[in-house]
Each structure stands twice: as structure tokens, then as C-alpha cells.
């Protein structure tokens, strides 16, 4: 059973920055789209950053100039790199790893807190 398995989240006041990763346990083919989604209580989950093998990335209008999304494929790892962060971006966030039109298994990570507050 592949696992996802985010870290890096926690408590950081409005500005800062906070590195997301997702550490996936095995290495899945290469039609694999990676993404970041988040959520809030009471509303659906929603992709914030998505990156594929040779496209460009997809980011939310909102984060766009601030969040960066990567991947190291020697470390099965995908990171999400938070700037300038605002207290609209407290969420949960959650990784994925999934495959355009669903013609192969989606993944989902636990889900990390990130919290943005004075």
C-alpha cells in the first residue's frame, strides 16, 4: 500500500514561511501528477499547488508569488515551499499523488495543521 506522509507544518506568525513535505513510500509511475490541497472546517478540500513530470505547475490564485512546489524523485519527496504567509492560509494540508482521469489509484497523505497567527 503506497503511504503519504507530510511533516513541516505547525504554528507561525503572519509573513513567515514554512516548508511542506510529502514523502511518498515508493516510487510510482512517472504518469503520477503530485499536489498539495488544504482545508478548513466546513469547506471542501481544495488543490493549492499540483506538479507534473515536464509540465508547469498549477498554483492557486491565491498563493501564486508565494508557495512553490517541488520534487526530488531520488527521495520519493514532494515539498511545498509557503512565503509570506497570511492568516487566510491556516489550514489543513494534504498531499496527494494521483493521475489524470483517475486511470490509477489516488493517494492521500494524513493531513498537516499549518496555522497562521499573531
Known amino acids: 500500500q503506497v503511504q503519504l506522509v507530510e511533516s513541516g507544518g505547525g504554528l507561525v506568525q503572519p509573513g513567515g514561511s514554512l516548508r511542506l513535505s510529502c514523502e511518498v513510500s515508493?516510487?510510482?509511475?512517472?504518469?503520477?501528477?503530485m499536489g498539495w490541497y488544504r482545508q478548513v472546517p466546513g469547506e471542501i478540500r481544495t488543490s493549492v499547488a499540483v506538479i507534473r513530470r515536464g509540465g508547469r505547475p498549477y498554483y492557486l490564485d491565491s498563493v501564486k508569488g508565494r508557495f512553490l512546489i517541488s520534487r526530488d524523485n531520488a527521495k520519493n519527496t514532494v515539498y511545498l515551499q509557503m512565503n509570506n504567509l497570511k492568516p487566510e492560509d491556516t489550514a489543513v494540508y494534504y498531499c496527494?499523488?494521483?493521475?489524470?482521469?483517475?486511470?490509477?489509484?489516488?493517494?492521500w497523505g494524513e493531513g498537516i495543521q499549518v496555522t497562521v497567527s499573531s
Open positions: 515508493e516510487t510510482l509511475p512517472d504518469l503520477y501528477e
Open positions: 496527494n499523488a494521483d493521475s489524470p482521469g483517475g486511470v490509477l489509484p489516488s493517494y
